[in-house]
């Protein structure tokens, strides 16, 4: 389908870093996590889909407490657990994924199917990139597979410049 936003970032590279369709990228996210909690049982409830819909804004990691100003300003109070509930749901749920480097969330680009991201941090406009990595290959996974290790859970973040600050730099 070459009207699916995430088939352009996947074959142009991650979707954060890549000129896109940014409503179409929106309502094509949400309306998987739509069907994911459908198919799963899982209630996307407002407030839920509120704060994916405010990770969804910009491709960029957001705090709990930048989360917590959004919701309030749009009528669903200001309770800090409100904000950390659903960013747990979303979390548990593959919907969003933490970063860890940064403390933030972000919504995930690609909610319909499990996997392991990977993502890429620009430092000086904090755009993310998310990625998929394969934990159990490569360098690593020789390595844990050399020890008898089985890896289940990798974080992996890499820092750096993204390629509109590279040549905004440039410019
Ligand atoms: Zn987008
Ligand atoms: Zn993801
Ligand atoms: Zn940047």
Request: with cysteine; net charge negative; hydrophobic share 40%.
């Amino acid at each position: 389908m070459t009207s699916d936003p995430h088939s352009v970032g996947a074959k142009d590279g991650p979707l954060g870093f890549t000129q896109h369709d940014h409503d179409a990228c929106v309502s094509a996210t949400i309306e998987a996590a739509e069907t994911r909690c459908a198919a799963d049982g899982l209630r996307l409830t407002p407030v839920r889909r509120k704060v994916l819909e405010i990770l969804l804004k910009e491709h960029r990691a957001l705090g709990a407490y930048a989360i917590l100003d959004q919701l309030r300003d749009d009528g669903f109070g200001s309770q800090p657990p409100i904000a950390y509930r659903a960013l747990d749901f979303l979390v548990a749920n593959g919907l969003a994924h933490k970063i860890e480097r940064l403390n933030a969330f972000i919504a995930c680009a690609h909610p319909s199917h499990t996997h392991t991201p990977a993502f890429m941090i620009c430092r000086l406009c904090d755009t993310v990139a998310e990625t998929q990595s394969s934990p159990a290959r490569g360098a690593l996974g020789d390595a844990a597979r050399a020890m008898g290790f089985r890896i289940e859970r990798t974080v992996v973040e890499a820092e750096g410049v993204c390629p509109s600050c590279i040549s905004k730099a440039e410019a």
